[in-house]
């Protein structure tokens, strides 16, 4: 069983940066790993998601985050976090850690974390 703790949400003007991280515990095998959102009356949408090929990290983006939002992860440490810059109001969701076992088809989901921005 794999779970997942989310930090950094918060309050912030837009133009603002935030940082949000996740650590994850239990025995993984190589997942893919991302941030999703879900803003209020909205589907959940894929922010950004990362998979490790060997030693290298690749990275995908949703078109309105590209340029202002990196997600990076620790293998290591079996973290994840997200950065942003330049946050909008249209930004403002309650954020989610997933890991995906591609292996055992299974999802895992943090709590989850709430970002505001205000305009």
Do not use: H
């Amino acid at each position: 069983q794999v779970q997942l703790v989310e930090s950094g949400g918060g309050l912030v003007q837009a133009g603002d940066s935030l940082t949000l991280s996740c650590v994850a515990s239990g025995r993984m095998f190589n997942p893919r790993m991302g941030w999703y959102r879900q803003a209020p009356g909205k589907q959940r949408e894929v922010v950004a998601s990362i998979n490790t090929y060997g030693s290298t990290n690749v990275p995908t983006y949703a078109n309105s985050v590209k340029g202002r939002f990196t997600i990076s992860r620790d293998n290591a440490k079996n973290t994840l976090s997200l950065q942003m810059i330049n946050l909008k109001p249209e930004d403002t969701a309650v954020y989610y850690c997933n890991v995906y076992e591609t292996l055992l088809s299974k999802n895992y989901w943090g709590q989850g974390t709430q970002v505001t921005v205000s305009s």
